[in-house]
């Protein structure tokens, strides 16, 4: 039997450069050797949403079809919603006995995201909720419920598989040897840089280039993003290393016009005007042929809910199994 990879992505907004470098492609590489399952974490998305469902109801399709667009196979890789797997409900309750508010409260992703959250919200500790401190023992849930093995993630979430490895570790030493403790797989490049420069690309932080954005956009994007402060005219000498234009060109130029793109700005040679029409055109075609594929699911959403529908009927089959394993070693198996 193949091993089964499990990943998982909240419903939460359009896919960006920073998933695609920096956890999508390396889905792409893995559907063709694995038993891939993919969450849509619906339910997950609703920790930090639940005053939204609008939202996270739109982006279940939005978000298919970005992966379906970037190239993932439906016929390889198993996507499923998450809020449809009730065994993922019934499981962290299980689990929330094996860990503690302490040890959750300890989590750096979690705590990160709470200090954020202060940050934007002015929330205090109470507007935490239970479901959202809880949700590593949910992904621990969703991962555990499909013997997940590998799990192919960002840097971020690495906090995440510790934790659920402490569950598994925790459930079989308690109920008997029942669960597999998966491990995470990391990407070539974990992390994209944003269009200002900050380290991390996202939504929130709005220096992120989207697979579904227009030229136009796109042209307004690039023509604002950082480049280095100190070239004043257009033939002063820079350094291309601290300049973004630059490091979006290393994405998605070819190798021989990154050197020339490289060796240009360092003589002066180069202005940023020119440099940044350059790699407009050269995101533009990279972008193309996704926009080319996800124009055919947009045309035909029935294929969309076809592959979700397909996708999680066998995820539910799956899910039956693992639960009443875990129930029996439980002795709640009546
Ligand atoms: N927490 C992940 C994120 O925010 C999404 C996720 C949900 C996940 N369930 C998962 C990732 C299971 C890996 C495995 O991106």
Redesign the pocket.
Known sequence: MPKTI?????PTGNLHLGHLFGACQNYLKLQDQYDFYL?I?DV?ALTDNFDNPKKVRLNVKEITMDLLSIGLDPTKVNFFI?SQIKEIAELTVYYSNLVTIARLERNPTVKTEIAQKKELFGHNGESITYGFLG?PVS?AA??TIFD?EL?P??ED?LP?IEQCREIVRKFNSIYGKTLKEPEPILSDTARIKGLDGNEKMGKSLGNAIFLVDDDEIIKKKIMNAITDPSKIKKDDPANPNICMVYYYHKLVNTKENIEKVCSECKKGTRGCVACKKELIEKMNKFLAPIKEKRKYYEAHPEKVEEILKAGTQKAQQRANIQIQKIKKAMMIDY
Request: proline share 0%; no cysteine; charged share 15%.
């Open positions: 499990l990943t998982g992505l909240r969450e974490a997950q998450q949700y992904q969703d991962i997940g799990i993630v960002g979430q995440l």
